[in-house]
């Protein structure tokens, strides 16, 4: 976990929260939640204000996630909008939370000025038990509160406002008059700062979920499709006539599933020569197969001729694993015009296609083929974090140094362009 920490590739780009007013907020949000406070000086947060120290301290990694469900957040700062989520239960955590902040910047901005923001994003179950209750979730709403009650004093103040301008004599009224201004002390002008959040219902469409090994649903128009490991509790058992349940090791149904609503992109030379999508799974499926047999290799010095000699001296392998000679001959045959890809076993399609980058559902989809291509630890980084780090801790020591020097090398250096050349992402 240090080798991931140092090289940013676990809780990397967090807020920094050392300054005392902001750690007496952030407790004053803990004992909203009737959690203890913090002895920590200083912590960083995420986009939802999870701290990974606070979660050490507390010895629980769910203090803002209870059951995986109804996630917690606490806001010191808008500048929290432009974080990462680095712990959630559910895919669209970030996406929602992107939401908030936007809708309601300006309450986010007035309010963070004197106060700290806290709550929940509700769903309507309390508790996941099978993959109905993950269905049932159509909308989340965010419970929002505010530890020195500002969003109370404003609507106070908002409401004995509507009173003075609509109740005649209400003027007279000194006990109310007195009362409008102490609540404008603290809350300033409500008529040129909203302190309300006013958008707080949002959709809960598309997701990945963590319960039951990973759930993903994707929803279309007239149905819904749930692909998980069919053992997960309400497995083809809900909604049938509304629901289709695919297996995550039916490699034939997801294909055809992917295709058919137009998520994925089929081999093409158009962008698999100028991505150099398939030169990359070659490369990176090579080097776990390397991780995989020889783990104490070093691959420091890793280069195009250390590798075609060892592929060499390893042809019996590298024949009965498959990946590398059915990738170099789809790579010739793509070159040359097509790939047959019903005459491709289906587990293998896999390597050759990307979600389409125009889909609005691409990062789901993405992540769903990182997981059927698990040795692409690259996209498997990229695409599904906490698949990354499960699939991680299987690594040696020798080789997860190599895998975090790739990751540094190709991936963190720029994002942006890494995305956009290899899946044809053009925005984070």
């Not at 195009?304 to 498959?322: E, K, S, V, Y």
């Amino acid at each position: 976990m240090k080798r991931l920490i140092d090289n940013d590739l676990i809780y990397g780009r967090l807020m920094e929260v050392a300054e005392p007013y902001l750690i007496e907020r952030y407790n004053r949000a803990l004992a909203g939640f009737g959690l203890p406070p913090t002895a920590l000086t200083r912590f960083d947060i995420d986009m939802t204000g999870f701290s990974p120290q606070i979660a050490e301290e507390l010895g629980d990694p769910l203090y803002l996630d209870p059951n995986a469900v109804n996630r917690r957040f606490i806001v010191l700062s808008p500048a929290q909008e432009s974080l990462p989520v680095v712990h959630t239960s559910f895919s669209n955590t970030g996406s929602l939370m992107h939401d908030f902040y936007r809708k309601n910047a300006r309450a986010i901005h007035a309010l963070t000025i004197r106060d700290v923001l806290y709550g929940e994003i509700e769903e309507d179950v309390s508790r996941v038990r099978d993959i109905e209750d993950l269905l049932s979730i159509n909308e989340v709403k965010f419970r929002v509160l505010s530890a020195d009650d500002m969003l109370g004093k404003s609507d106070e103040l908002a409401a004995l406002t509507d009173r003075l301008m609509t109740v005649p004599d209400a003027w007279r009224d000194d006990a109310m008059l007195h009362r409008m201004v102490a609540l404008a002390r603290e809350t300033g002008d409500i008529r040129t700062n909203a302190l309300v959040p006013d958008k707080v219902i949002f959709r809960h469409d598309v997701f990945w979920s963590a319960h039951f090994g990973g759930v993903f649903v994707f929803v279309d128009r007239r149905k819904t499709t749930v692909i998980s490991d069919p053992s997960a509790p309400g497995f083809r058992r809900s909604r049938p006539w509304q629901v289709d349940y695919i297996a995550l090791d039916d490699h034939d149904r997801i294909f055809d599933f992917l295709e058919r609503s137009g998520r994925i992109e089929l081999p093409d030379r158009s962008w698999i020569e100028p991505s150099g999508y398939l030169e990359h799974r070659t490369d990176i499926c090579l080097r776990s197969l390397i991780g995989r047999h020889a783990p104490d290799t070093d691959l420091s010095r890793l280069d195009a001729i250390w590798l075609q000699t060892w592929i060499h001296r390893n042809a019996d392998l590298i024949a009965r694993d498959g990946t590398y000679p059915f990738l170099q001959a789809a790579a010739r045959r793509i070159a040359s015009g097509a790939i047959a890809m019903d005459e491709t076993p289906a587990k293998d399609r896999f390597l050759l296609i990307r979600a389409k980058p125009e889909h609005p559902d691409r990062w789901l989809t993405s992540r769903l083929i990182s997981v059927l291509v698990p040795d692409d630890f690259v996209s498997r980084f990229v695409f599904d974090k906490q698949g990354f780090y499960q699939h991680y801790e299987t690594f040696g020591e020798v080789f997860r140094d190599h895998v975090v020097a790739v990751l540094r090398e190709t991936y963190l250096g720029d994002k942006k362009a890494f995305r956009r050349r290899l899946y044809g992402f053009e925005e984070d």
